[in-house]
């Protein structure tokens, strides 16, 4: 099964630090994306990468950054951390061709930051 | 990209047959037809998908309609496991695996004893 492993379940930093949320997949997944997940809201897409260095904006990039320096890891950075980026953190990922192979996106279990 | 609409909850007994439904008057031609379902305290995980005909897998069937304006996600005989909150996203087939999924807010199922 593929696996996709984000760093830390839990997580609290204060207001203005900066946090790396890490998440790495072990089938060699062309494509990885970060979302956030706010009750009454969905998940709402942050970033994403279709290839090593390669990375797109979602809907929501503002105060976010993200690096993918090895095809297995994709990391998400809060240059900042602001209160409001309380949230859960959600990566994905899938290969290509994957989509018609009937695969989906496989999620990892996500990461719940606090910004106190 | 277009928009689906569902229920915001849902539920059912044990052991017995659960529908989900899902409006999607705009879609397009190319959009496929994704269901996901989140358990609690966990990631989404991928359910089914299908374009046009019917579809079934170990987990779920997809039955849409033939104008493809509706579809509705079969769980044969829900379990206490089957709670979940389930979305139905539509994703255009023309814009590549790397193309984003647009989660909506989703069903939540409850099935009780």
């Known amino acids: 099964d593929v696996k996709v492993t984000q760093s830390s379940r839990y997580l609290v930093k204060r207001t203005g630090e900066k946090v790396f949320l890490e998440c790495v997949q072990d089938?060699?997944?062309?494509?990885m994306f970060w979302y956030r997940q706010d009750p009454g809201l969905g998940l709402r897409l942050i970033y994403f990468?279709?290839?090593?260095?390669?990375?797109e904006k979602g809907d929501i990039p503002e105060g976010y950054s993200v690096s993918r320096e090895k095809k297995e890891r994709f990391s998400l950075i809060l240059e900042s951390a602001s209160t409001n980026q309380t949230s859960m953190y959600l990566c994905?990922?899938?290969?290509?061709?994957?989509?018609?192979?009937?695969?989906?996106?496989?999620f990892g279990s996500g990461t719940r930051l606090t910004v106190v | 990209d277009a928009k689906t609409t569902q229920p915001n909850s849902m539920e059912s007994n044990e052991e017995e047959p659960v529908h989900l439904p899902c409006n999607h008057s705009t879609i397009s031609g190319t959009d496929y037809i994704h269901w996901y379902r989140q358990l609690p305290s966990q990631g989404p995980e991928y359910v089914i998908h299908g374009l046009t005909s019917n579809v079934n897998n170990r987990m779920a069937s997809l039955a849409i309609a033939e104008d493809r304006k509706s579809s509705t996600l079969i769980l044969h005989r829900a379990t206490l496991r089957d709670a979940a909150v389930y979305y139905c996203i539509l994703r255009d087939a023309n814009t590549g695996t790397a193309s984003k999924l647009t989660f909506g807010t989703g069903t939540r199922l409850q099935v009780t004893l």
């Open positions: 990468s279709y290839d090593v260095k390669m990375k």
């Open positions: 089938m060699d997944h062309e494509n």
């Open positions: 994905a990922s899938i290969g290509l061709g994957h989509y018609e192979a009937n695969y989906g996106y496989t």
